[in-house]
């Protein structure tokens, strides 16, 4: 299958600078790419599509100026916590689509463990 | 507005003890069904798209079927290391919604050896 590589693994900050979070699909190209946020024994609750060359669209009660989304390339997509806090302390997963010709399936990154301090 | 719905929340099997999970789904347009297997601190690891209802597919020890309202999972004679949380997902709309997935609470499975 496809791969999706997402850096970093693991993040600590401190409370109020901002964590970048890249996501790379590694042997395909994305022009669609989704960023999920998963809280502890819960499912993953779609954040926002990122499209290449174009503004991400966000779902409704996620913040767009605490979630900068960009995808500038093919290939990459990175979401950047600004200003992070202790309840934004979560597990954040992108996946990214491999295009079929009338369904698309989606590849998973392993996941950024954030924890603000 | 798409949802998923996954029973049980929590499974226990003895090694070998085959069992099923569900995903009941009500969605406007079903592109696809998707089970996924996640193992603690990791993302979702693909197993199955289903299409159209009377679909099936099997990987090893697991077996998905579709049908027009819900999915199963059927895991036959598991292992120790089957153990780990089941996502179920579902995909619809336009196709211009790209791989948009709404998912399921996930059932988390635990196998006893």
């Known amino acids: 299958g496809a791969v999706v590589s997402q850096h970093p693994s693991r993040v600590i900050c401190k409370s109020g600078t901002s964590v970048k979070i890249e996501c790379r699909s590694l042997d395909f190209q994305a022009t669609t790419m989704f960023w999920y946020r998963q809280f502890p024994k819960q499912s993953l609750m779609l954040m926002a599509t990122s499209n290449e060359g174009s503004k991400a669209t966000y779902e409704q009660g996620v913040e767009k100026d605490k979630f900068l989304i960009n995808h500038a390339s093919l290939t990459l997509s990175t979401l950047t916590v600004t200003s992070a806090h202790p309840e934004d302390s979560s597990f954040y997963i992108c996946?990214?689509?491999?295009?079929?010709?009338?369904?698309?399936?989606?590849?998973f990154g392993q996941g950024t463990r954030l924890t603000v301090v | 507005e798409d949802q998923v719905t996954q029973s049980p929340e929590a499974l226990r099997l003895q090694e070998g003890e085959s069992s099923s999970l569900n995903c009941s789904y009500t969605?406007?347009?079903?592109?696809?069904l998707f089970w996924y297997r996640q193992d603690p601190g990791k993302g979702p690891e693909f197993l199955f798209t289903?299409?159209?209802a009377g679909e099936e597919k099997e990987k090893e020890r697991l077996k998905a079927t579709l049908t027009k309202k819900e999915s199963f999972l059927h895991i036959t004679a598991p292992k120790p290391e089957d153990s780990a949380t089941y996502l179920c997902a579902v995909q619809a709309g336009a196709e211009t919604s790209g791989s948009r997935l709404t998912f399921g609470e996930g059932t988390q499975l635990t196998v006893n050896p």
């Open positions: 969605v406007s347009g079903l592109r696809g």
């Open positions: 289903l299409y159209s």
């Open positions: 996946s990214a689509g491999l295009a079929g010709t009338q369904n698309t399936e989606a590849f």
